[in-house]
């Protein structure tokens, strides 16, 4: 049974600084998915990592997959107070599917 | 393109009461997700759709949920009787092409009070 942990689960930085998320799971999956959620709001999609070693950035987030260590990290450079959110992992079980387990987020606050 | 439309917002009931979600996927997309997410967890699936077939339930109470996709656009989530535990958000999803290398894009929830 495929098992997502995030760590950690609970994160408050100062702006300006540098921090990373991370997510692992236990059993071979090939697509990894990072989604943001702001209070009250629906899921947002970030990144969809599709592949070993495939890195995607947008702004001062950058997330990465490594398969063969079944990890991926949210990187986040600089941090600005806008990026307070609950940031979820999310992995494809693999089968015909294509169903998510979800990870238990990321809650993020970044103070001015 | 317009979103997952989902209503309503918030909906609060007593318990042993019935409900009732709707939503409306992305135009086109022919999967469709219905799950809970409970405060400071992850979202938990409860039924996966492919047209108007049901492609995954096995995590639904079906004593007391139900579900359906008439002609494979719009669905309807139902819960009777409701429960205390029941408390939560309910979102619904949708993908194209089953979910194939594309993120699955969510409505904005129905946030569900059982008193």
């Known amino acids: 049974e495929l098992k997502v942990e995030q760590n950690p689960l609970f994160l408050s930085m100062q702006e300006g600084k540098n921090y990373t998320i991370y997510c692992n799971y236990s059993?071979?999956?090939?697509?990894l998915y990072w989604y943001r959620q702001d209070p009250g709001k629906s899921l947002e999609s970030l990144f969809v990592?599709?592949?070993n070693g495939a890195v995607k950035q947008e702004g001062r987030l950058m997330a990465s997959l490594d398969t063969k260590a079944r990890l991926s990290t949210l990187h986040i450079t600089a941090a600005v107070h806008d990026l307070s959110a609950t940031y979820f992992c999310?992995?494809?079980?693999?089968?015909?599917?294509?169903?998510?387990?979800w990870g238990a987020g990321t809650k993020l606050i970044i103070k001015p | 393109e317009a979103g997952v439309a989902q209503s309503p917002r918030y909906k609060i009931i007593e318990k042993r009461q019935s409900v009732a979600f709707w939503c409306n996927p992305i135009?086109?997309?022919?999967?469709l997700y219905w799950y809970q997410q409970i405060l400071g967890q992850g979202p938990k699936l409860l039924i996966q759709?492919?047209?108007?077939?049901?492609?995954?339930d096995s995590q639904l109470p079906k004593d007391r949920f139900s579900a359906e996709r008439l002609k494979g656009v719009d669905s309807t989530l139902k819960i009777q009787p409701a429960k205390l535990e029941d408390s939560a958000v309910y979102l619904c999803?949708?993908?194209?092409?089953?979910?194939?290398?594309?993120?699955?894009?969510f409505g904005d929830g129905t946030r569900l009070s059982i008193l």
């Open positions: 059993t071979t999956s090939d697509r």
């Open positions: 999310a992995v494809n079980t693999g089968d015909s599917n294509y169903q998510l387990i």
């Open positions: 990592l599709l592949s």
């Open positions: 135009s086109g997309h022919a999967t």
């Open positions: 759709f492919q047209n108007n077939g049901v492609v995954d």
């Open positions: 999803a949708s993908s194209s092409l089953r979910g194939v290398n594309q993120p699955q894009h």
